[in-house]
């Protein structure tokens, strides 16, 4: 039975990489696929990851309609038996219903791959309904870590080595340093999120001669397991 399957993280956990990954396993047992992003940091109809592979795919807009564009590629003979959905929280809510009405009225598995909550923790539409429509949603297991090594569980926005909490909710950025003036995105643990101390803060508060080093708020990383010799 087909399966619509949303794979969720922060940034740098790897979404991207499991998707061509996945791609690369099914492509190699012989089933044919199609390959959807929005918005990838490297531009255009392309799905990137971080550790420098790429691939083509199929740049989806607002106005995309799923069933009709896969519904039209079935009725001209094309066979599809899976769908690698990429940056899939900035899809629609209607978008992600016809994903799912893909899968169960034409038997096509959905791998969808995003980001569950943006700068201000506030879910996404799109990685909002697949939470409530996913057949499974599965938090990858390559952890993330914020500068103190903690695991990340939510995406900063910073701008000029600020973090902030207003704007838009949907601006491109990269967890690359960049220039002044571009927009920024780090991932920290939820205690460092809500006291605005991303890794440039921290780092100037550590420099800083009016800050003792007691003062320094660093988050401690959790003891190693005890484990009894043979």
């Not at 392309?46 to 199929?58: H, I, N, P």
């Not at 660093?218 to 484990?227: D, F, M, N, R, S």
Request: aromatic content about 6%.
């Amino acid at each position: 039975m087909a399966e619509l399957v949303f794979f969720s993280g922060t940034m740098d956990c790897g979404k991207s990489t499991l998707a061509l990954q996945m791609d690369h396993n099914h492509g190699a047992r012989g089933r044919v696929g199609l390959i959807f992003t929005k918005m990838d940091r490297a531009g255009s109809n392309v799905l990137s990851s971080r550790l420098g592979l790429s691939t083509g795919a199929l740049e989806v807009g607002d106005d995309l309609d799923f069933w009709e564009a896969i519904v039209g590629r079935a009725t001209a003979g094309n066979r599809i038996d899976y769908l690698i959905c990429d940056e899939a929280q900035f899809y629609t809510g209607e978008q992600v219903e016809q994903l799912a009405r893909i899968v169960d009225e034409m038997d096509v598995d959905v791998f969808a791959f995003g980001i569950t909550a943006d700068f201000r923790t506030e879910l996404f539409p799109g990685s909002k309904r697949l939470i409530e429509l996913a057949d499974k949603v599965q938090v990858l297991q390559v952890e993330a870590l914020c500068w103190c090594g903690r695991r990340a569980t939510t995406n900063a926005r910073v701008m000029d080595g600020v973090m902030v909490v207003e704007g838009e909710q949907v601006v491109v950025g990269d967890t690359k340093p960049g220039t002044a003036g571009i927009v920024e995105y780090e991932v920290l643990c939820r205690r460092h999120y809500m006291r605005r101390m991303t890794s440039h803060a921290a780092k100037a508060a550590a420099v800083s001669p009016e800050v003792l080093p007691f003062d320094l708020d660093v988050c401690p990383l959790p003891p190693l397991p005890i484990t009894q010799a043979d």
